[in-house]
């Protein structure tokens, strides 16, 4: 559940301390060696629909009648080490004022390798916990949507459900070795710890929030908890980014997390879920003023209860797409997004399937205030249909609407 008023004061006064001591003690450096990159997000909220999933219900956006208001929207540190001139350290500590496991948790860790170049190519590895390169709009510190608040249905599930906790390599080929100013790269991984991915999404449905997952934490229900091994199988993903002049950027990636359908663990309380997916996105910065973001997901989820349970399989297959326009002028920006979003039960054990269908509107007007502040409005509106909110005497179709007004502080500290 989202916290009482009462968490607001505490969880922004323990951030505030965290603050103060490292801006208290932190004496600029010329190396830089050791970053810290930091937001505060204090928003008034106003919800119309049913209780949001994250509240008990199945509802799909973060906040609802019985939580708005002023709230904690999310406040994060963002450290980076510079260990030395090959390797990096990089983490993200996250509170959000809700009544989860920990008050305060990472939503990343990890380790950056960068060889020394000696050609065309440069070459990176990551080692950790972290978000896969798919978002074209979580481009800011944090893996924060830098055009609106809520980010689409289709990033919004990749932050809750999914979190590479492995390695990744990437091989970027530099155009301008060659007189091209533009580059080339491709991208793979292997990890684990990702067999419940796909759960959410057939109990729920497609959402949209900026309240993604933490490494130790859980969404809603105590019960889902996403990052566990459970067929000791590796899963991978492989993907391609091409970006011509600074003005185009495309992405391409294939996921697929290779878990046993079968396999559950000792208890019985988590099945792995055979989960992938394709997706593919471009976005288009045609002048200093204009951007423009397309992307597209879809793909399939399966489990195997079996065994003693008597439990017929289980899949689904699911897309997701949105198209972003946003328009930059001085301090200024303005942004208008469609979303659409679709699951489909082919079998499976629910009573009700989990056909969810629905689309979405998004418009924010996001305006800097100087050098630390920024003032974010925002309107959402969400139409879907969902049968399973039938078993929680909810109606199965719903139209939700969510504004935020949200002023945020920002800063970046260096030793």
């Known amino acids: 559940m989202n916290a009482p008023r009462s968490a607001l004061p505490t969880a922004c006064t323990t951030l505030l301390l965290i603050v ?44 609802d009648p019985d939580h708005e208001g002023l709230e904690l929207g999310r406040a994060f540190l963002a450290p980076n080490w510079r260990i030395n001139d090959l390797v990096t350290l990089h983490a993200v500590a996250d509170t959000y004022g809700d009544h989860n496991r920990n008050p305060v948790d990472l939503s990343e860790f990890y380790f950056v390798v960068q060889p020394f170049p000696t050609g065309a190519v440069r070459w990176r590895a990551r080692v950790g916990a972290f978000y896969m390169p798919v978002s074209l709009e979580n481009r800011g510190s944090g893996w924060t949507d830098v055009y609106t608040i809520t980010p689409s249905a289709l990033n919004t599930w990749l932050g809750e459900e999914f979190r590479t906790i492995g390695a990744e390599v990437e091989g970027r080929w530099l155009g301008a070795s060659s007189g091209y100013l533009g580059d080339f790269a491709v991208i793979g991984a292997v990890y684990g710890w990702n067999d419940p991915a796909g759960r959410l999404l057939a109990e729920r449905g497609f959402a949209m929030t900026d309240r993604p997952s933490t490494l130790f934490g859980y969404l809603g229900s105590p019960q889902f908890g996403f990052y566990h091994e459970i067929d000791h199988k590796p899963g991978y993903y492989g993907g391609l980014t091409w970006r011509h002049h600074d003005r185009l950027e495309i992405r391409a990636l294939h996921y697929d997390n290779l878990a046993n359908p079968d396999a559950q663990t000792g208890s019985g309380q988590l099945f792995a879920w055979h989960t992938r997916f394709n997706s593919a996105g ?91 502040w920024q003032f ?28 935020q007004l949200a002023v945020r502080y920002r800063f970046q500290l260096a030793w």
């Open 20 to 63: 103060s001591f490292v801006v208290g003690s932190g004496i600029s450096r010329a190396d830089d060696r050791f970053t810290v990159d930091g937001d505060v997000d204090v928003r008034w909220v106003h919800a119309s629909g049913d209780p949001s999933f994250l509240n008990g219900g199945l509802g799909i956006l973060r906040f």
């Open 282 to 372: 471009a976005r288009l910065e045609p002048d200093e003023h204009w951007t423009f973001i397309a992307q597209y997901l879809d793909g399939n989820t399966a489990v195997e209860p079996g065994g003693d349970y008597g439990i017929a399989p289980y899949r689904l297959d699911y897309r997701a797409a949105f198209a972003l326009a946003s328009f930059e002028w001085g301090a200024d920006r303005v942004t208008a997004r469609y979303d659409t979003f679709r699951t489909h039960q082919l079998s499976g054990f629910y009573e009700a399937p989990s056909d969810n269908d629905g689309h979405a509107w998004t418009f924010a007007w996001t305006r800097d205030l100087g050098e630390h």
């Open 376 to 403: 974010v409005a925002e309107w959402l509106r969400v139409f879907s249909s969902f049968p399973p909110r039938a078993e929680l005497e909810e109606p199965v179709f719903q139209i939700q609407t969510e504004i």
